[in-house]
């Protein structure tokens, strides 16, 4: 998939910027380490807010969720649809852009390998960029990783 506005709508600096704040620094921190002032870190986070807002919310809209809750700060958004009557979540990393969760009951019936890996490598860069530790993270099943990492950004996905 090429990516577009859509599937990456932040600037490689906004990228830059939201990677860091979802790694816990400090706006003080991140001002110096790209040798830039606070003001500007600040004023490109509540872009990159505003810009996660508006695309979580279109491919929410798009494909027909109900939200549940949105969260800019960590590029995550829970969602509810109604015609498959199954939880979805949408996130936003900064090396694969935009990718829809459709929550399944029963992933183990998911045997495509290929799938499965690449669904594991976009969960640990999750992981990875919001700071979140997954143990034997090579041998979990990827239903179970994504199931410790969402309910670490989303405790209501249990709900």
Not at 23 to 37: C, F, H
Not at 108 to 128: G, H, P, S
């Amino acid at each position: 998939m090429t990516p577009n506005a859509l599937t990456m709508p932040l600037t490689q600096q906004q990228n830059t910027i939201w990677k860091l704040l979802s790694q816990g620094l400090s706006v003080q921190t991140i001002a110096n380490k790209l040798q830039t002032t606070r003001q500007y870190v600040n004023q490109t986070r509540l872009t990159t807010e505003a810009k996660l807002t508006s695309t979580l919310l279109g491919v929410a809209e798009t494909n027909d969720l109900q939200v549940t809750k949105l969260d800019p700060r960590q590029g995550i958004l829970l969602g509810y649809h109604p015609a498959l009557n199954r939880k979805v979540i949408v996130t936003y990393s900064t090396n694969y852009g935009i990718k829809v969760w459709y929550w399944n009951d029963h992933p183990e019936e998911v045997k495509n390998k290929e799938f499965l890996k690449q669904t594991q490598r976009y969960l640990l860069d999750i992981a990875q960029e919001r700071g979140i530790e997954v143990g034997n993270s090579q041998t979990i099943h990827p239903a179970k990783l994504a199931d410790v990492i969402f309910s670490k950004l989303l405790p209501e996905i249990k709900k």
